[in-house]
């Protein structure tokens, strides 16, 4: 890495926020209109006011990357995704919360975690944040958790983390946390290799 891309990062920036209006509260999260003045006028900005997320690229002793599929209602698809869950809890920081969603959505801990990646998912339209982080040593959890709607049918796969890779770079797999995780860990291991 060269010291100019040590510099390369997104900037804070906050224009003045002359009103901030809530359009419609949701039971998940809430859409706003902010009203905001920028350069020498204003603008007016609708977007989902989000908790944030965490994800989970949880990778065992074989190197394979455990991956979920649950409905998707939004874009009608069941999706292959990495577990993951909303940072919903008063006062949780984000890796107990990515331990919390390891357990509930696929009955697992790990004895060992690290920050793999932090992106805006689509910071055009929302506030949210996910953290995603690399989980190994990954065991059975003590018991397991009961599941509803979606998560009553999600299916678990473990996969090699390279097919993985694959399946997002052919346009196989389209979920942005995934591709974003699975990239960044292979990346992170030949890293280390």
Not at 26 to 37: K, N
Not at 133 to 156: C, K, M
């Given at each position: 890495?060269?010291?100019?891309?040590?510099?390369?990062?997104?900037?804070?920036f906050?224009?003045?926020?002359?009103d901030s209006d809530?359009?419609?509260?949701?039971?998940?999260?809430?859409v706003?209109?902010?009203?905001?003045?920028?350069?020498?006028?204003?603008?007016?900005?609708?977007?989902v006011?989000?908790?944030?997320?965490?994800?989970?690229l949880a990778?065992?002793?074989?190197?394979?990357?455990?991956l979920i599929?649950?409905?998707?209602?939004p874009?009608?698809?069941?999706d292959?995704?990495?577990p993951?869950?909303?940072?919903?809890?008063?006062g949780e920081?984000?890796?107990?919360?990515?331990?919390?969603?390891?357990a509930?959505?696929?009955?697992?801990?790990?004895?060992?975690?690290?920050?793999?990646?932090s992106?805006?998912?689509t910071?055009?339209?929302?506030?949210e944040?996910?953290?995603?982080?690399?989980?190994t040593?990954?065991?059975p959890?003590p018991s397991?958790?009961?599941?509803?709607?979606?998560?009553?049918?999600?299916?678990?796969e473990?996969?090699?983390?390279?097919?993985?890779?694959?399946?997002?770079?052919?346009?196989?797999?389209?979920?942005?946390?995934?591709?974003?995780g699975v990239?960044?860990?292979?990346?992170?291991?030949?890293?280390?290799?």
């Amino acid at each position: 890495m060269t010291d100019s891309s040590r510099d390369l990062r997104d900037e804070p920036f906050e224009p003045e926020v002359l009103d901030s209006d809530l359009v419609y509260e949701g039971r998940v999260w809430d859409v706003r209109s902010d009203r905001v003045r920028y350069g020498d006028g204003e603008i007016v900005r609708q977007y989902v006011a989000h908790t944030g997320a965490v994800a989970i690229l949880a990778l065992d002793d074989e190197g394979r990357v455990l991956l979920i599929q649950q409905y998707r209602h939004p874009i009608r698809h069941r999706d292959w995704e990495l577990p993951a869950g909303l940072l919903d809890v008063e006062g949780e920081e984000p890796l107990e919360a990515a331990r919390r969603e390891l357990a509930e959505e696929a009955d697992l801990v790990a004895a060992h975690w690290e920050p793999l990646v932090s992106s805006w998912t689509t910071p055009g339209g929302n506030d949210e944040i996910i953290h995603i982080f690399l989980a190994t040593g990954v065991s059975p959890a003590p018991s397991a958790h009961d599941r509803e709607d979606e998560e009553a049918d999600i299916r678990v796969e473990w996969v090699p983390l390279a097919d993985a890779v694959d399946a997002v770079l052919d346009g196989r797999m389209h979920n942005g946390i995934l591709t974003i995780g699975v990239l960044a860990a292979a990346q992170r291991l030949r890293d280390r290799s």
